[in-house]
């Protein structure tokens, strides 16, 4: 028969270990006018280069030339240079808390297959997520709620958390003609030892 998404319990045994990202969503799209002359123009914040200097996705690319600046909120961003890519490198003047600015100001950037912009942010976050990093939500594990959470591990399932931030690298539809030359951008992740301990104990398990 047919399954749903909270049927995954079933497939779930006593003894198990159900290993979750618990990655936090980044609001790091930016609209920005430029300073004069009010031209819009979008700025996605994609890695953390030096402390106020990120390397950002830039729309359209053409009016973000060098020296530029655009002003967001309270704040301005000043364009560095170009990467080889073809992002840019800005550094960002603000006061406050960079991340409390973005949680604030940014914008979700959201998968091009989820198409309604919801008001409440934290839709875009799992009901676990912890660690602010992801250019993109997890969206895999979007599907679990609290309760369903709960009722797992009733079950006797384990549960392990590791941090993994998802890239745009993500969203980078695959050109090669052979996947393995398709170029995937490094992403950051991190296990704890108390998570790593779980995992290779239900490994060895058979689990």
Request: with cysteine.
């Amino acid at each position: 028969g047919e399954c749903v998404f909270h049927d995954i319990i079933d497939r779930l045994n006593p003894g198990d270990l159900l290993v979750l990202n618990n990655s936090r969503v980044l609001p790091a799209r930016l609209y920005g006018y430029r300073e004069g002359t009010g031209g819009h123009m979008e700025f996605l914040l994609l890695k953390q280069v030096q402390k106020d200097v990120w390397e950002v996705m830039v729309r359209p690319g053409k009016k973000a030339r060098e020296g530029l600046v655009f002003e967001f909120g309270d704040g301005r961003l000043k364009v560095l240079s170009t990467t080889e890519g073809g992002n840019r490198l800005v550094r960002f003047h603000y006061d406050g808390e960079f991340y409390s600015l973005l949680e604030e100001i940014g914008n979700m950037p959201l998968p091009h297959y989820i198409t309604a912009e919801l008001k409440d942010k934290e839709r875009y976050q799992t009901v676990y997520s912890k660690d602010l990093g992801s250019a993109a939500a997890p969206t895999a594990g979007l599907h679990f709620t609290k309760e369903l959470l709960e009722r797992i591990e009733q079950k006797g399932v384990g549960i392990a958390y590791v941090t993994l931030h998802v890239g745009l690298g993500t969203f980078r539809p695959v050109s090669a003609e052979e996947v393995t030359d398709h170029h995937m951008h490094s992403e950051f992740f991190q296990i704890e030892e108390e998570a790593a301990t779980k995992i290779n104990r239900a490994k060895d398990a058979g689990k």
